[in-house]
């Protein structure tokens, strides 16, 4: 059972900054990749960045240049790191593990406030 618990989320004002944490545990023998997702009220869900494990890094082109993707390997937990943050960004922030399998977090709240 592949466990992943998100942290960081909440309220900021636009040009403000959050950081979000996933800790991935369980058993996971190889992680292929993890990033987060997001979905905004009446949206879908769409993807905000992926690290892989030879840590290359992608994002949608709304967030480049504003987040940041970052690994720990040894801990099983990924970052985002988001600057500059626009109302735009408001929306429910999912982690997701891809291994054998793919694994999602519960989600956590990012409200940016104009």
């Known amino acids: 059972q592949v466990r992943l618990v998100e942290s960081g989320g909440g309220l900021v004002q636009a040009g403000g900054s959050l950081r979000l944490s996933c800790a991935a545990s369980?058993?996971?023998?190889?992680?292929?990749?993890m990033g987060w997702y997001r979905q905004a009220p009446g949206k879908q869900r769409e993807l905000v960045a992926v690290i892989t494990s030879g840590a290359s890094t992608n994002y949608v082109d709304s967030v480049k240049g504003r987040f940041t993707i970052s690994r720990d390997n040894a801990k099983n937990t990924v970052y985002l790191q988001m600057n500059s943050l626009k109302p735009e960004d408001t929306a429910v922030y999912y982690c997701?593990?891809?291994?054998?399998?793919?694994?999602w977090g519960q989600g956590t709240q990012v409200t940016v406030s104009s």
């Open positions: 369980g058993s996971i023998f190889k992680i292929n990749a």
């Open positions: 997701y593990l891809r291994a054998a399998l793919s694994y």
